[in-house]
């Protein structure tokens, strides 16, 4: 039987223990960094395989499947493994159990298919050369970023993987469909803080005050001529301002206001000169109206680059198991990952599994109370992996 046959086999006769482990891993998310009972799980599992993992920055799991001549080469395989402080709106079996957590961005998908590609790989390790390096990563959604903290405890050294692969489940693409794009894709993500300083008073007296909540609704406006006349069209870029609080009430105008957004580009240099920018235009137009600007910028995730020619490759490996007519273009997205550490230093690529059903309702996009994926989609993320990985050793 040819290795593809025998992967496919292993892949279906795999799918509902892997759909078990997403359900469970679904029903008890946790949050970035606090992933300590979806370690002990991952854990459990491997060992299962008679893989060895081992521990790195606290909640993060890596493990090593090794061939034939493992030496000869070392290609890395990632999964996330934390949740969002999110309430579950899902009426299903396998609801979230931990009030205010939710795994809305699938990264109980991710993380329970790369425990399917470990089957799959284990069950056909004498069938290939080199070694696969398993990375599960916590705290994909919160500032450092795991990435960061799996790559300083070495993640990636000993040896140094010849390529990373990541997969995202994809509810914009409908099941069955698997999607590509080289080059840039994802966004850099930074946050801004700023605290406009005024001086409260009466609200019927505002010639006595220096009214912070004007202030702010100028610098919210203000600012957003750094994207509409400094930066180029050809420069993707978003600044949008979600959280303000001014504690004041319909007659008072409090001493201060704070402001919490978020900058995305897909362009670094732009993004250096974008941040200076802020910086620069809240300070002088809150000075301009007899305030003050304290403006803290926590410099985030950096844009992700898919590898040109890994991407290729790993594309033409996906025409193979699901078909050419089932392997899609994707378009750029402000979103961010912090997959973009990883590719800062070895050839990366980041490929979204489809996970949309229209007939079954299910719609809802990530980081929203009603996600879900169709799970027929855990019938090809493990398999698909595989297949890819064991195509990249030869190679």
């Not at 966004?187 to 006595?208: C, M, N, Q, T």
């Not at 599994?353 to 169709?374: C, M, Q, W």
Request: with cysteine.
């Amino acid at each position: 039987m040819h290795l593809l046959e025998q992967i496919k086999k292993y892949a279906h006769e795999n799918a509902s223990n892997v759909v078990a482990m997403r359900r469970h891993l679904h029903a008890h998310p946790e949050l970035s960094y606090q992933e300590f009972e979806t370690a002990a799980f991952i854990t459990r599992q491997l060992k299962t395989l008679g893989l060895e993992p081992i521990t790195m920055a606290g909640t993060g799991i890596v493990a090593e499947i090794r061939g034939k001549n493992p030496e000869r080469k070392t290609i890395a395989l990632r999964a996330d493994i934390d949740a969002l402080p999110i309430m579950e709106a899902n009426n299903v079996a396998y609801k979230s159990s931990n009030n205010g957590v939710m795994h809305a961005c699938g990264h109980d998908v991710h993380t329970s298919s790369l425990l399917g590609t470990a089957y799959i790989l284990t069950a056909v390790k004498e069938k290939f050369e080199g070694t696969v390096r398993l990375i599960f990563q916590p705290g994909e959604e919160k500032h450092p970023g795991g990435a960061t903290l799996m790559i300083k405890e070495g993640a990636l050294n000993n040896p140094v993987p010849a390529s990373i692969i990541g997969q995202h489940v994809f509810p914009l693409l409908p099941v069955g469909k698997i999607g590509f794009r080289t080059g840039k894709y994802m966004a850099s993500s930074d946050e801004i803080y700023i605290r406009v300083i005024g001086k409260g008073g009466h609200g019927a007296a505002p010639e006595l005050a220096i009214d912070p909540v004007v202030i702010a609704s100028h610098l919210i406006i203000g600012l957003q001529q750094v994207i509409s006349r400094n930066a180029s069209p050809k420069k993707p870029s978003v600044l949008t301002f979600g959280k303000v609080v001014a504690n004041g009430a319909t007659n008072i105008i409090p001493d201060d206001v704070q402001l919490a957004g978020t900058f995305r580009t897909l362009d670094e240099e732009w993004r250096k000169e974008a941040l200076k920018k802020i910086r620069v235009m809240a300070a002088t137009l809150a000075e301009s109206m007899g305030g003050k600007a304290e403006i803290t910028i926590s410099e985030g995730y950096p844009c992700l680059e898919n590898n040109r020619e890994l991407t290729e490759r790993i594309r033409h490996d996906a025409e193979q198991y699901v078909g050419k007519e089932n392997t899609v273009d994707i378009d750029i997205t402000m979103g961010s990952e912090d997959f973009a550490y990883y590719s800062q230093v070895i050839p990366a690529s980041f490929y979204r599994l489809g996970t949309r059903n229209e007939a079954k309702g299910i719609t809802s996009y990530v980081h929203t109370p009603t996600f879900d994926i169709d799970e027929d989609a855990l019938t090809i993320g493990p398999g698909l992996m595989a297949w890819m990985a064991v195509n990249e050793l030869t190679r």
